[in-house]
Protein backbone atom coordinates (compact mmCIF):
# COMPACT_ATOMS: atom_id res chain seq x y z
CA UNK A 1 0.00 0.00 0.00
CA UNK A 2 0.94 3.73 -0.92
CA UNK A 3 -1.75 4.83 1.74
CA UNK A 4 -2.08 4.00 5.27
CA UNK A 5 -0.79 0.84 5.98
CA UNK A 6 -2.62 -2.29 5.36
CA UNK A 7 -2.84 -5.52 6.58
CA UNK A 8 -0.61 -7.45 4.76
CA UNK A 9 -1.99 -10.79 2.87
CA UNK A 10 0.43 -13.07 0.79
CA UNK A 11 -1.37 -13.51 -2.72
CA UNK A 12 -0.68 -14.69 -5.50
CA UNK A 13 -2.53 -12.91 -7.96
CA UNK A 14 -0.52 -13.64 -11.13
CA UNK A 15 2.29 -13.30 -12.74
CA UNK A 16 3.92 -9.81 -14.58
CA UNK A 17 6.69 -10.41 -17.21
CA UNK A 18 9.20 -7.70 -16.80
CA UNK A 19 12.73 -7.15 -19.02
CA UNK A 20 15.56 -8.13 -16.74
CA UNK A 21 17.46 -5.56 -18.49
CA UNK A 22 15.16 -3.24 -17.52
CA UNK A 23 14.53 -3.90 -13.45
CA UNK A 24 18.03 -6.20 -13.22
CA UNK A 25 18.48 -9.01 -10.39
CA UNK A 26 16.64 -11.94 -10.12
CA UNK A 27 13.28 -13.18 -8.08
CA UNK A 28 11.95 -9.83 -8.14
CA UNK A 29 8.16 -9.68 -6.73
CA UNK A 30 5.62 -6.94 -7.17
CA UNK A 31 2.71 -5.34 -5.24
CA UNK A 32 0.04 -3.76 -6.44
CA UNK A 33 -0.34 -0.03 -5.09
CA UNK A 34 -3.40 1.19 -3.10
CA UNK A 35 -3.02 4.79 -2.13
CA UNK A 36 -1.71 7.86 -3.08
CA UNK A 37 1.13 8.70 -0.32
CA UNK A 38 3.81 8.08 -2.62
CA UNK A 39 2.22 10.07 -6.16
CA UNK A 40 4.93 12.99 -5.46
CA UNK A 41 7.58 9.94 -6.26
CA UNK A 42 5.42 8.68 -9.19
CA UNK A 43 4.00 5.92 -7.89
CA UNK A 44 0.17 6.16 -8.17
CA UNK A 45 -2.82 3.89 -7.06
CA UNK A 46 -3.37 0.77 -8.73
CA UNK A 47 0.59 1.38 -10.16
CA UNK A 48 2.62 -2.29 -9.78
CA UNK A 49 5.89 -1.97 -7.95
CA UNK A 50 8.80 -4.65 -8.46
CA UNK A 51 11.01 -5.01 -5.75
CA UNK A 52 14.19 -6.38 -4.97
CA UNK A 53 13.62 -8.78 -2.19
CA UNK A 54 16.24 -7.65 0.51
CA UNK A 55 16.54 -7.25 4.65
CA UNK A 56 17.88 -4.18 4.90
CA UNK A 57 17.61 -0.63 3.31
CA UNK A 58 19.75 2.79 2.73
CA UNK A 59 18.73 5.85 4.10
CA UNK A 60 16.18 7.22 1.21
CA UNK A 61 15.65 4.33 -0.34
CA UNK A 62 11.95 3.64 -1.29
CA UNK A 63 11.10 0.43 0.39
CA UNK A 64 8.01 -2.04 1.30
CA UNK A 65 8.46 -2.87 4.49
CA UNK A 66 6.32 -5.62 6.70
CA UNK A 67 4.93 -3.82 10.18
CA UNK A 68 4.75 -5.86 13.43
CA UNK A 69 4.42 -8.64 10.83
CA UNK A 70 0.66 -7.65 9.82
CA UNK A 71 0.77 -4.70 7.79
CA UNK A 72 2.46 -3.67 4.82
CA UNK A 73 3.50 -0.17 3.00
CA UNK A 74 5.60 1.08 0.60
CA UNK A 75 7.30 4.51 1.63
CA UNK A 76 11.00 6.24 1.54
CA UNK A 77 13.16 5.06 4.55
CA UNK A 78 15.27 6.46 7.18
CA UNK A 79 17.19 5.20 9.58
CA UNK A 80 17.35 7.46 12.72
CA UNK A 81 19.28 6.91 16.20
CA UNK A 82 16.39 5.81 17.92
CA UNK A 83 13.80 4.69 15.77
CA UNK A 84 13.07 4.11 11.37
CA UNK A 85 11.24 7.12 9.81
CA UNK A 86 8.95 5.86 7.07
CA UNK A 87 7.78 9.24 4.80
CA UNK A 88 5.73 9.24 2.07
CA UNK A 89 5.92 11.66 -1.00
CA UNK A 90 2.85 13.30 -0.62
CA UNK A 91 2.64 16.29 1.82
CA UNK A 92 -0.82 15.25 2.88
CA UNK A 93 0.19 11.86 4.89
CA UNK A 94 2.58 12.18 8.02
CA UNK A 95 5.64 10.52 8.62
CA UNK A 96 5.45 7.57 10.56
CA UNK A 97 8.12 6.29 13.31
CA UNK A 98 8.92 2.63 14.46
CA UNK A 99 11.00 0.97 16.73
CA UNK A 100 13.33 -0.97 14.91
CA UNK A 101 11.69 -4.13 15.84
CA UNK A 102 8.33 -3.21 14.44
CA UNK A 103 9.59 -3.29 11.05
CA UNK A 104 10.84 -5.96 8.62
CA UNK A 105 12.06 -4.84 5.24
CA UNK A 106 11.00 -7.04 2.16
CA UNK A 107 12.96 -5.40 -0.63
CA UNK A 108 13.69 -2.24 -2.71
CA UNK A 109 11.47 -0.42 -5.03
CA UNK A 110 13.02 -1.01 -8.65
CA UNK A 111 10.40 0.37 -10.79
CA UNK A 112 6.72 0.93 -11.17
CA UNK A 113 4.80 -0.84 -13.99
CA UNK A 114 1.58 1.45 -14.57
CA UNK A 115 -1.44 -0.58 -16.34
CA UNK A 116 -0.28 -3.94 -16.09
CA UNK A 117 -2.71 -6.97 -15.75
CA UNK A 118 -1.42 -9.79 -14.26
CA UNK A 119 -1.31 -13.04 -16.60
CA UNK A 120 -2.57 -16.52 -15.15
CA UNK A 121 -1.24 -19.72 -15.02
CA UNK A 122 -3.84 -22.59 -14.78
Request: proline content about 4%; overall charge negative; aromatic content about 10%.
Given at each position: ?????????????????????????????????????????GI??????????????????????????EE???????????????????????????????????????????????????
Amino acid sequence: TAGLPMYAQQEWDGTVIVDKDLFGGDNLFCLRIKGESMCDAGILNGDLVICEPRQYAENGEIVAVLINNEEATVKRFFLKSECIELHPENETYPVMSYSFSELLVQGKVVGVVRGAHPTFSR
